[in-house]
């Protein structure tokens, strides 16, 4: 018979599989805005990309799916035991390798004159800070040396903040967490002169990690929308994502801008049914492949801008629809060709790190 508790764990599990949906739905979303930047910057229409720079608003998604993922894998009332040093181990084996491999691989890309993409002018010092996760920027603005990279500075940020809190319940968590970033926000503007660590600190987009924080709660306590309700919900976030998409937005509004349709988003997708089928599993599989779309995907915008409006002539709306669908495609493949070896020896070795150094 199942009891309260169990059916709490249940109803807690169904439709956890959109959070996956929408990470593929959001690495593509990125990929697109890059598809359509890369070729406007290369073709001096940039006005024109500015026009849809709300397909940016990718990242903020994956930030409140961040903050939910991460109370979700450590929430011990579901029975999901972690320390802090087993929790920073895992980040790690997830997050840094493939990171890495692309830094470096963009490093001989920047260093044999292929200009495939921007990336951080390459020296000793911009490489030991992008490998550390340490926020720095060019004269030109562009930093870290993959660019995509700057949304892991924030995201290796929350993880040890988070592991400092994850012994707490999830209110608890949440409240610290929450001083923390608040205090973080205040910090970067009493110091706008400090450098880039400080530029980083005065962007609201730290608060979609709370966000997401506040949502995996209220979905644990039962709350949820009617589907009618949740497709209101979500045509009202893309209203907002519309709307607040013509240019960019300062730092510090980012939140309101485009971190509260991302919540509404992720909110609303939470009491949507499974979506069945092949159509299912292949938005599953863009949401396992996430990671490796979203780190490799300028790698493929350069080359089929190379190939595609150089050597075969072709219009540049065919060159944005050819580099987004390669992105996803070729994503997809390094996911099953590189990412997930790499994190299985990485998942590997960390497990036997902690068992040989407890």
Not at 73 to 98: C, K, M, W, Y
Request: glycine share 8%; aromatic share 14%.
């Amino acid at each position: 018979m199942a009891t309260g508790f169990t059916r709490m764990i249940d109803k807690y599990h169904e439709n956890i599989q959109w959070i996956q949906i929408l990470r593929g739905l959001a690495a593509a979303s990125v990929a697109l805005h890059h598809s359509i930047y890369y070729a406007a910057a290369r073709d001096n229409v940039v006005n024109f990309a500015d026009g849809l720079n709300v397909f940016a608003a990718g990242v903020d998604i994956f930030f409140v799916i961040s903050g939910f993922v991460m109370m979700l894998v450590s929430d011990h009332r579901a029975g999901r035991e972690i320390t802090a040093r087993q929790f920073v181990a895992n980040r790690v084996a997830r997050i840094v390798p493939l990171y890495w491999m692309y830094t470096w691989a963009v490093t001989v890309v920047a260093i044999s004159g292929l200009n495939l993409m921007r990336s951080a002018l390459v020296s000793t010092e911009s490489v030991v800070l992008t490998l550390l996760f340490i926020p720095f920027r060019e004269s030109d603005g562009v930093a870290p040396i993959l660019t995509v990279g700057w949304t892991l500075n924030y995201e290796i940020w929350f993880y040890l903040a988070f592991a400092l809190v994850i012994h707490l319940g999830l209110w608890r968590r949440l409240a610290v967490m929450a001083v923390i970033f608040s205090s973080l926000f205040v910090i970067g503007h009493s110091y706008s002169n400090g450098g880039e660590v400080f530029l980083y600190l005065q962007s609201s987009i730290t608060f979609e990690f709370l966000a997401g924080m506040a949502l995996y709660v209220l979905h644990r306590r039962g709350f949820r929308c009617s589907i009618l309700h949740s497709l209101m919900l979500i045509g009202a976030a893309a209203a907002l994502f519309a709307w607040s998409g013509q240019g960019n937005h300062a730092p510090a509004v980012r939140f309101l801008m485009w971190g509260i349709p991302a919540v509404a988003v992720v909110f609303a997708s939470l009491s949507l049914p499974d979506v069945k089928g092949s159509a299912g599993r292949l938005l599953v599989l863009l949401g396992d492949a996430s990671y490796s779309i979203y780190l490799s995907h300028l790698f493929t915008i350069g080359a089929v801008y190379a190939v595609a409006r150089h050597l075969l002539e072709f219009g540049l709306g065919a060159v944005v629809a050819i580099s987004f669908v390669a992105s996803l495609v070729l994503g997809v493949v390094a996911y099953y060709v590189v990412e997930r070896p790499l994190l299985r020896a990485s998942r590997l070795g960390i497990r036997r790190w902690l068992r040989h150094s407890a």
